[in-house]
């Protein structure tokens, strides 16, 4: 993409996840769903060029122009993969990136890699796993991901494909949450049956007993659930939890 691409992209990923905020008013995708660690679909304010450029120049390299551009039109950080970015003032300005990153090099799983050399931090996704931006080596732009708690390190995709990625899994997730809200209006109204279910949900995937003479029945489009008695009566729907979309 050019830069007067990467440029519009990052607006129009802004205008989206205002869309996405305005959907998921219960908070229920994973990295918005915690009031602690989450993004709540925040984005903080871009960063102005003037320093971006002081940066580039103390550290002699040119930032990724998928993550320049992002940095200036979408912002400093907030909402994306995981809980979401750090604040590019805080995790990445402060350090040094004079040393290229070089893939050979065994991050320590203990190890923040955000003054590791030539990777930049971008975030995490929690229980050990983080995620981080190659600024100064081989690959600038790729983004990296250590293991959930395994101390390994692997190379990802490219940036904007990786936030490209987690915008179309929240979009999906928020897809779903329209689809159990009107399940639950017409279930309020008395007009949803098991049939419906299935023609909006895709086909059963498990029917588990509840011990009271009902039954939890779930879907191909999963994320929530229908409480049905023996002979597929809805008794209640069960939308998804908090937390437990989009990851």
């Known amino acids: 993409m ?9 607006r129009t990923l802004r205008a989206r996840v205002a869309v996405m905020a305005a959907v998921d008013t219960e908070r229920l995708v994973f990295g918005a769903h ?11 304010p871009p960063v102005p060029e003037k320093q971006i450029v002081r940066f580039e120049s103390r550290n002699r390299l040119q930032l990724p122009p998928a993550y320049r551009t992002f ?15 750090a604040d590019f003032s805080r995790a990445v ?10 893939d050979a090099v065994a991050l320590d799983a203990h190890h923040t890699a955000s003054s590791r050399d030539g990777l930049g931090y971008l975030g995490t996704a929690g229980c050990g796993s983080d995620s981080y931006i190659e600024l100064n080596g081989a690959q600038p732009g790729t983004v990296w991901c250590s293991g959930a708690g ?6 990802y995709e ?6 490209e990625r987690w915008a179309g899994r929240v979009e999906q997730a928020a897809a779903i949450i329209v689809l159990f809200r009107d399940l639950t209006e017409r279930h309020a109204a008395g007009a ?3 049939e419906r279910a299935v023609s909006v949900l895709g086909p059963q995937i498990s029917r588990r007993p509840v011990g009271d003479g009902t039954w939890t029945v779930r879907f191909a489009r999963g994320g929530g659930a229908l409480r049905c008695d023996e002979v597929g009566a809805v008794l209640d729907v069960v ?6 979309l989009g990851s």
């Open 158 to 163: 490219d940036f904007h494909t990786w936030m």
């Open 2 to 10: 050019t830069e007067s691409e990467l440029c519009d992209y990052w």
């Open 239 to 244: 939308g998804p939890r908090k937390g437990g």
């Open 34 to 44: 915690s009031a602690a660690w989450g993004h709540g679909y925040g984005i903080l």
């Open 71 to 85: 940095l200036t039109h979408y912002g400093a950080g907030g909402a994306g993969p995981g809980y979401g970015l």
């Open 93 to 102: 300005a402060p350090h040094d990136f004079t040393v290229p990153f070089s």
């Open 150 to 155: 395994d101390g390994a390190f692997y190379p």
């Open 192 to 194: 949803l049956t098991l």
